[in-house]
């Protein structure tokens, strides 16, 4: 038995990294994404962009010489325009969120705009001077940025579709041009020919998330704050639910025309709704409620709890329950469902 | 008599309101070839994956060694399908040594390279080796446990002349090993040359069985005389022996060649382009089929 499942193993692991195109993709794919988006967000971002007309008469802005309270709130980006048209027509197209001229005690705020809506309160609040009756507490919390929050997310979407398309495509060629078929005449058990895919699977991404992990470390000194080992377990679990997926979506089609169509039903929704880009704070509870549903969620959710929050294993226990129960199931439905050959 | 190796007891074989194989009974001792043979559809294919365990038949038994198929009818037989692809990427070592490593029972590695003529292509991606080559591969592929019992389902089909009799050499060098040989093939000359005994199916039937011999003698062994080029039609009808005109050459069926030649002499007909020749296994194919087999 051992010497089946390690020769399935070692033949799909050849396939792999003999495949150039499909190794560096998998490899450079993540880099890509984490290098871009580092490059796009990697300045501090205020929140907030308001322009500020005035032309005093010795030619120097009115940010120079205004010390209006409004002016030195924090996170606000004043940009200077030096007519009223300029500015008006920047807010006009939501490039800039408020548009104000202290000379004249003016200023223009786009209606649709939620942004112009809340710099409106910030600066009507500039001029009070009331005590709010609240007293201030303060906290110092590690400052994560956007690119250091996606990191774990990307290593997971890309783990993701590494696992549902590396295993159910193949599998789907594998039974599509009769090596399954092949297979099944060697005394070759379903469970033998699974247990290989899921460990080569596994072998590989796990190898090609290390490489990726270690070189965005060292390019840009990411740092996990939890256990390196914990994030090991966790990736594993995830990845062999994710693998349990690709496999059930495998297990009896032989058309990758069909195949490519469900794996890509069930990896695009689940990549927007497990937070690899965006939170969902704030959405409807039913969506929150539905990305559960997803491993994805729970592999990108207990990642983050890791590395970015340095939590450990009892903290993200749920997380953990939820992908052993997921990959029992799939794997058990795709090993009742596996067919060698063309139904 | 050997033991049989192989027992058919009325295999049927249904899908869903198509009867593909209907009520087999065969009997296969050891160490011979056997060939079947059929047009397409005749349910040869369904019939060979029933035996080979890929599909259940609806009723029947089949033995192999005189017991019911279990775990070890997979490690004692070997298998090449038609239509089968490798894994990607791999060597054809590579390949053989992986199908190799699959079974218990293991050939000699340079025996398989040697009987399959594939030392010069061992280091090749098996994506990249010719026709013959592959299927030098497959047969490599299905003789790497040392089968007993061997499937061949058209072992032949669309190789050149000379791939043909190569592979032909390496079905008799495993026929001379004493092992058994199943194939399906649609060259009757191949069955002729291969094979000690042949069935001859249609719509899931076997409508004749034996040894090529034995065939040709029990059907009628009757000897065509060919015309080529036309003749007059109130002339030939005047024949006592069947006769087709077929695509420019006129076909005359008889027993009797001197009395046939002595007539169409007698008829004045030109016999410069004339041919005889003994009937053969196509012709009995196509006698018992009513179809061409290359159709």
């Known amino acids: ?343 | 008599m050997k033991r049989p190796i192989l027992e058919l007891k009325n295999i049927i074989k249904d899908f869903s309101k198509v009867r593909a194989v209907d009520g087999i009974d065969l009997s296969i001792e050891s160490g011979i070839c056997f060939g079947l043979l059929g047009p397409n559809g005749a349910g040869k294919t369904t019939l060979f994956e029933v035996i080979e365990g890929i599909l259940t038949p609806t009723s029947g038994q089949i033995l192999y060694k005189g017991k019911p198929r279990k775990r070890r009818f997979k490690e004692e037989v070997g298998v090449q399908f038609q239509h089968t692809e490798f894994p990607h990427f791999l060597t054809v070592k590579e390949t053989l040594m992986s199908f190799r490593n699959l079974y218990k029972h293991k050939a000699d590695l340079d025996y398989l390279i040697e009987t399959c003529y594939l030392q010069d292509i061992l280091d090749r991606d098996n994506r990249k080796i010719s026709g013959g080559q592959k299927q030098r591969l497959l047969l490599a592929v299905a003789l790497a446990n040392d089968p007993d019992l061997i499937f061949l389902d058209e072992p032949t089909t669309g190789l050149d002349p000379q791939s043909r009799r190569h592979l032909w050499e390496i079905v008799k060098q495993i026929k001379s090993n004493n092992k058994t040989v199943i194939l399906t093939t649609h060259y009757m000359d191949e069955a002729q040359i291969l094979c000690d005994k042949i069935a001859i199916m249609d719509l899931g039937k076997f409508i004749a069985e034996g040894s090529p011999k034995e065939l040709l003698i029990t059907n009628n062994k009757t000897n065509f005389i060919v015309l080529e080029g036309d003749v007059d039609k109130d002339i030939l009808v005047k024949l006592p022996w069947p006769w087709k005109r077929l695509r420019g050459r006129i076909e005359i069926y008889t027993n009797s060649v001197n009395d046939c030649m002595k007539i169409l002499l007698e008829m004045d007909i030109d016999l410069s382009r004339i041919s005889a020749r003994a009937q053969n296994l196509e012709d009995l194919f196509i006698k018992l089929t009513g179809k061409e087999l290359r159709a």
């Open chain 1, 1 to 343: 038995m051992s010497q089946r499942i390690w020769t399935l193993f070692l033949m799909r692991n050849k396939e792999f990294y003999r495949d150039k195109g499909s190794l560096m993709w998998n490899i450079l794919f993540p880099f890509l994404i984490i290098v871009s988006f580092n490059m796009i967000f990697n300045n501090d971002q205020n929140l907030y962009k308001v322009g500020v007309v005035d032309t005093i008469n010795d030619g120097t802005s009115a940010l120079d010489n205004k010390p209006v309270f409004f002016l030195e709130t924090k996170f606000i980006d004043f940009v200077s325009f030096h007519s009223i048209e300029e500015g008006l027509d920047k807010l006009k197209h939501h490039r800039i969120d408020f548009l104000i001229r202290p000379a004249s005690k003016q200023y223009w705020v786009n209606t649709p705009s939620p942004k112009g809506y809340i710099v409106e309160k910030l600066l009507a609040a500039s001029f009070t001077n009331k005590q709010s009756g609240f007293e201030k507490q303060l906290i110092v919390g590690k400052k994560i940025s956007y690119t250091e929050w996606l990191f774990p997310g990307i290593l997971a979407m890309n783990t993701m579709f590494s696992s549902l398309f590396g295993v159910g495509y193949v599998i789907v060629r594998y039974r599509k041009n009769g090596v399954l078929k092949r297979l099944s005449m060697a005394p070759t058990k379903t469970y033998e020919f699974l247990i290989a895919q899921i460990l080569s699977r596994m072998f590989i991404i796990l190898l090609s998330t290390i490489i990726v992990y270690f070189g965005c470390v060292v390019l840009y000194g990411f740092k996990c704050n939890g256990s390196l080992l914990n994030l090991l377990v966790v990736f594993s679990l995830g990845l062999f639910s994710l693998i349990s997926l690709g496999l059930l979506i495998a297990a009896r089609s032989s058309s990758e025309e069909f195949a490519g169509g469900i794996l890509n039903l069930i990896s695009l929704p689940m990549m927007f709704l497990s937070e690899v880009w965006f939170s969902l704070e704030g959405a409807n509870p039913w969506v929150i409620y539905v990305s559960k549903i997803f491993p994805l969620a729970h592999l990108v959710d207990a990642s983050r709890k890791i590395m970015n929050d340095g939590a450990g294993l009892a903290e993200i226990k749920y997380h953990i329950t939820a992908l052993i129960i997921m990959s029992f199931l799939f794997l058990t439905i795709g090993s009742f469902l596996f067919r060698w050959q063309k139904t």
